[in-house]
């Protein structure tokens, strides 16, 4: 091989590195005016394959996502549903008592959930920014109780800063899942 031949193939090679390095910038809005932003999204951690989901539970009547009751449509305003895209909702259903939120992967030590009052619920998927904590939860769930909303880190999730992921799925899934919404 010439040494002409060796820079130039040197030169491709640092020309292609640069190009796939660079990564551009990503920037996600959470709804509101917080802006998380990357300058490597080459770096992000790639999430870690969920379990497979529990069954739907059937007692459990599916929203509507193009005309929902207006208590399911405050739920999915509260819960930033409409800010993020319907197409986020991986599942959604009220709870007939709040008691009921650990069949569904929540946690029953939240004290939000310990009541006998109905309880809507919000399976979310992919990354759900959290800039106030510095955190993406992946996976993440939404319930409002009394008009008031609650986000849970039910999934894996990433440190906004490294990208990298700092916590998997937890190995406790609930017995059952809430169903998609409907037409």
Known sequence: MTIRTAVTLFAA???????????????????G????????????????????APPIDPAIVPVSASSPSPQAANALKLCRAYDLGLDHVAGMGLLVHGTDAPRFGLSAAAPQLKTDAPVWAIQFRGDFPQPQVGQSWIDAM??????????????????????????????????ASLPPLGP
């Open 142 to 175: 939404c319930v409002v109780v009394d008009g008031e909303q609650g986000f849970y880190s039910v999934g894996p999730i990433r440190d906004l800063a490294t990208g990298k992921i700092v916590r998997g799925y937890w190995p406790e899934r609930g017995s």
């Open 33 to 52: 005016t917080d802006t998380v932003a990357t300058d490597d999204v080459g770096s992000f951690d790639v999430a870690p394959t969920p379990p497979e």
């Open 13 to 31: 090679l640092f020309l292609l590195v640069s190009c796939v390095g660079a990564g551009g910038n990503a920037s996600r809005s959470t709804g």
